[in-house]
């Protein structure tokens, strides 16, 4: 009596999402441990120094004639992908957007410290209430980017974006350097 009034939908069994809900679950489970892994280079190069500080050491106690003798090993070209730092640089300038020179001579001033490092990724937030301004000021900014410091900026990635502090003529790069 109660097949007749069934409605023409098939029923959805539990046992058949079940297999998908372990696929799914396993598949997020991959994706986490891959992302969750650090760079390889950078911890090859910090378990090779410690390594070869101790090798030295120990030659040097036990035969200081043998050390002068010995060749210097090549040190190991990094052969995995480059990694970026967790941490940002933060740099704030602020200008005119029309002085060029000026905006250009303040990142070259307050990128000073991180001279012969790569930046992999820029993100500016450019300062106005109005939201069309702010990114506007920060697309100028980041094509200023590579007259400031063309070694540093060099095929780095740059993204505009706003902040809506009333501080117009502000903008706060977030700089992401490659490790290493």
Excluded: C, K
Aim: aromatic letters at 6%; glycine letters at 8%; zero cysteines.
């Amino acid at each position: 009596m109660r097949d007749r009034f069934r409605t023409g939908r098939p029923r959805v069994r539990s046992a058949h999402l079940a297999g998908w809900l372990f696929a799914d679950l396993l598949l997020v489970l991959a994706l986490v441990a891959m992302g969750d892994q650090g760079d390889p280079v950078a911890a090859a190069r910090a378990t090779a120094t410690p390594a070869a500080t101790a090798t030295a050491t120990a030659t040097a106690t036990a035969d200081a004639s043998a050390t002068a003798s010995e060749t210097p090993r090549p040190t190991p070209t990094p052969t995995g992908p480059r990694g970026v730092e967790h941490d940002a640089v933060t740099v704030d300038v602020t200008g005119d957007s029309s002085d060029t020179a000026g905006l250009v001579a303040q990142i070259r001033a307050a990128t000073e410290r991180y001279a012969g490092r790569q930046a992999a990724v820029v993100l500016t937030f450019g300062s106005n209430r109005d939201p069309g301004a702010g990114q506007a000021y920060a697309h100028t900014v980041n094509g200023l980017l590579a007259q400031a410091r063309p070694e540093m900026f060099r095929g780095t990635t740059t993204r505009d974006f706003i902040s809506l502090t009333d501080n117009p003529r502000h903008a706060s790069l977030e700089i992401y350097f490659y490790t290493g």
